[in-house]
């Protein structure tokens, strides 16, 4: 049988192909050139954990094969499962030398996956791909924002836990209401202060354990130094234990900005004011002699309460740094007699909690009240109010009920009525079902329509935050913006200068935000199906997001936030002779005035209408009331009543019970500035633990006063592709931390005395 011609040149040219592209696949298989780079190891979080919704650390080493210059690109799902990426700067990798990357990632899945690439201008060197799916011990399953994470530094007693690095997911358990202990070491501290925000505690043990370490002060970087003393600044919180490396700590970059000042070092035997902060019946082991580090108590060197003293001077500190608080422990709780002392975990946890017996009271009653509600946590509430537009109505549920029944009416009785009794004839159901399905149609897509606004809206509340002693200004800035169609869009926030400042902020930074809720949208929820593979980019300046998706009439929320430092905003020359009792002034430089205004201070709250830039306003006692009765909207009634005998008056009190789902950002913004004094849990039934930092009523019991007020100015604009939308929503909140000089009558300098007991439970969710 003979083929046709075209046929067998067809055949022969195909198989020709064949053995070509065969030969090629076998020749490069064959070569095994070499990868360009290799990345060598991950330290991901700390000690592997992390939080999500929050900015963790990420460490990576490359080695290259050449010299090139190459930057680190980080990639992991937002909360809208799109992939949010962020490219490090540029920096030039020699052949064959290891290099540190450092970075961070903020994921919105708890159980998603971090893509890392390490790429120059011609493309990609290297990569690689966690999933929490494949159990990886450098990428396990993100802690919810909820959940308390401890960082441990120097392997502090009472601390121990194991690992998480090379070990199984089962090895590694989370314990429900109570703290994540991760140990890291010096090495995988960060030197970005943003990195540290999923922190709920830093805790330092000074002192090397073994004479091959160094003690932590003289392994510690001036950028380390530098990253933790800011995150304190904008309102971390740092346990710091010294007491034998003194000179390691004196020559050290912390001894630049330490609140406190170490005078000298001391011996002693007698720690029963040690015994006595763990709240335990252990006594601690005898041991010879341990060192402690003396502190000078002058009011130039010290500004905070002593908790606990010694024979040598003060063992226990307390002190506000900026708008973060430090506890300053002057034993080593690394080394003996704490180390292997049964109560060891008792200290270290009443020394990171401290709180008061009142607090825990609160917790415990309102446990059984924060899963009955849609929102659990008071940030939820105060994030919810970016959700509620003027120009865009919702429909209430009542109002869709009411229209299904009547389109259940309508296709049902009505049209059965109309083709049965008024035409007889059945047969025009055909034509009257689909006429009123399509009526109906019309008239959703018409409401729809109609009740949702046609340009971009954004709603912005802020935060300015200031503390006068250190001259740290943060502010918070949080957009939600409106998208009246499926669009990509270009997102930049832009620091606005007030009261005559012309200093740039040192850090600006714009990334997505999320309610921490078990629901749609919510950082506590499962990731679902992911249809898509949209990404968008933070931008080297991470001031711009590009490419931002959001849907047709849905929403996205962002948070901006920058720090600097000012000074001469506030005047303050407020003094106490007692808790409660004040005098002195206050005036401010701000270029608007300060409205509805509450001074908070020793549980007094003195009520301000309005204070104009360069007012001077003293206190005065019939300006005042009692902190919490405010807070609470607590009044003293008069009721009569009559037992047919006499009438008699009944005096009885009442408070507002307090509504999580008020928006009113006046009543929100004050409960989460004063949510411990106002009663917590026990009062609003909402926790407050997914932003702790922003509750100053620790800073009240440090001895601070505390200014909140309104301000009509914007210190953030947010530009949505290019330009500032024209319907913007915004409302802005300044909070003052106030230093109050304590005197006595006299005008001599005096110690308020303080009471430090067991901390609370942390209330059931």
């Known amino acids: 049988m003979r083929f046709p011609p075209f046929l067998t040149s067809l055949t022969a040219a195909t198989v020709f192909c064949c053995l070509l592209l065969g030969s090629a696949s076998t020749r490069v298989v064959g070569a ?28 990576v080493t490359v080695t ?29 990798l020699a052949a ?23 790429e120059t201008d011609a493309g990609p060197i290297a990569s690689k791909l966690l999933r929490v799916s494949d159990e990886s011990p450098q990428f396990r399953e993100g802690l919810l924002p909820a959940q308390q994470l401890w960082v441990a530094i120097g392997d502090p007693a009472g601390l121990e836990t194991p690992s998480v690095e090379g070990a ?10 109570k703290p994540v202990i ?67 700590y004196d020559k050290s970059p912390l001894a630049k900005w330490m609140p406190v000042k170490v005078i000298g070092q001391a011996e002693t035997r007698q720690l029963g004011d040690v015994e006595s902060i763990a709240g335990q019946r252990d006594p601690l082991p005898r041991f010879r002699g341990v060192k402690t580090a003396v502190i000078s108590e002058d009011e130039a060197d010290f500004d905070g309460v ?51 017996r009142s607090d825990l009271q609160s917790q415990q009653t309102a446990s059984g009240q924060l899963s009955k509600r849609g929102i659990t946590d008071l940030s939820s509430q105060f994030l919810a109010t970016l959700q509620d537009w003027d120009n865009v109505p919702r429909i209430s549920v009542w109002t869709v009920l009411g229209l299904i029944a009547l389109y259940g009416l309508l296709i049902g009785p009505l049209d059965y009525w109309i083709v049965q009794k008024v035409f007889k004839k059945p047969e025009l159901t055909w034509v009257t079902f689909p006429l009123f399905v399509a ?22 509340t802020s935060f300015i935050d200031l503390d006068t002693s250190t001259e740290q200004l943060l502010v918070r800035s949080w957009f939600g913006v409106y998208s009246p169609e499926n669009k990509l869009y270009t997102i930049e926030a832009q620091p606005e200068p007030f009261a005559g400042d012309k200093t740039a902020p040192r850090e600006i930074e714009l990334s997505w935000l999320a309610l921490a809720e078990d629901a749609v949208g919510g950082l506590n929820r499962q990731g679902g199906i992911h249809l898509t593979d949209r990404t968008y980019d933070y931008g080297t300046d991470e001031v711009t997001m590009k490419n931002v998706p959001i849907g047709h009439w849905s929403a996205k929320s962002f948070l901006a936030q920058w720090d600097t430092t000012r000074s001469g905003l506030v005047d303050n020359q407020l003094e106490s002779s007692g808790m409660g009792r004040m005098r002195g002034r206050i005036s401010h430089s701000f270029p608007v005035p300060l409205r509805d205004c509450v001074l908070a201070y020793g549980g007094q709250a003195y009520l301000i209408d309005q204070l104009a830039p360069y007012q001077q306003w003293r206190p005065n006692a019939p300006q005042s009331r009692e902190l919490r009765s405010f807070l609470t909207g607590l009044v003293a009634k008069q009721k009569t009543m009559d037992d047919n005998k006499a009438s008699f008056d009944e005096f009885f009190e009442e408070r507002t019970t307090y509504n999580p789902d008020d928006r009113d950002l006046e009543n929100v913004s004050r409960m989460l500035t004063f949510y411990e004094t106002a009663g917590g849990a026990a009062y609003t039934g909402l926790a407050h633990d997914v932003s702790p930092e922003l509750d100053y009523s620790k800073h009240l019991r440090l001895g601070r ?13 947010l530009h949505v592709d290019g330009v500032t939308p024209e319907n913007t929503q915004q409302e802005t909140f300044v909070r003052i931390l106030l230093p109050v000089r304590k005197t006595d009558v006299s005008g001599g300098r005096r110690t308020l005395p303080t009471t430090d007991v067991a901390p609370p439970p942390r209330p059931k969710r």
């Open 32 to 59: 095994e050139e070499p990868s360009p780079a290799t990345i060598d190891h991950l330290a991901v979080g700390f000690d592997g954990y992390y939080k999500v919704g929050e900015w963790s650390p990420l460490f």
């Open 64 to 92: 290259a094969a050449t010299d090139c210059s190459a930057r680190l690109v980080v990639s992991v799902p937002d909360i809208d499962a799109d992939m949010s990426v962020l490219t490090s700067e540029t920096v030039e």
């Open 96 to 118: 064959g030398k290891p290099f540190r990357f450092e970075s961070r990632f903020k994921t919105g899945r708890a159980n998603g996956e971090l893509r890392i690439r390490v």
């Open 168 to 177: 199984l997911e089962s090895e590694i358990t989370v314990e429900v209401g």
């Open 182 to 248: 991760a140990h890291i070491s010096v090495e995988n501290l960060p030197s970005i202060w943003q990195s540290y925000t999923a922190i709920d505690a830093l805790i330092v043990a000074a002192a090397a354990t073994t004479p091959e370490e160094k003690p932590f002060p003289a392994e510690i970087t001036e950028p380390q130094s530098a990253a933790v003393a800011l995150w304190v600044r904008c309102g971390g919180y740092l346990i710091f234990s010294l007491g034998r490396d003194v000179e390691a």
């Open 306 to 356: 002593v908790v606990k003293r010694g024979r040598t001077g003060p063992t226990l500190l307390r002190m506000p740094y900026g708008l973060g608080r430090i506890v300053f422990f002057t034993i080593d709780v690394n080394l003996p007699p704490i180390k292997g002392w049964k109560a060891a975990t008792a200290l270290l946890e009443n020394l990171v909690n401290g709180e008061t």
């Open 439 to 460: 009526l109906a149609g019309g008239l959703a897509i018409w409401m729809s329509t109609a009740s949702h606004s046609k340009t971009v809206q954004v709603k912005q």
């Open 705 to 717: 006063a505390v200014l909140l007020a309104r301000i009509d100015l914007s210190p953030t604009t």
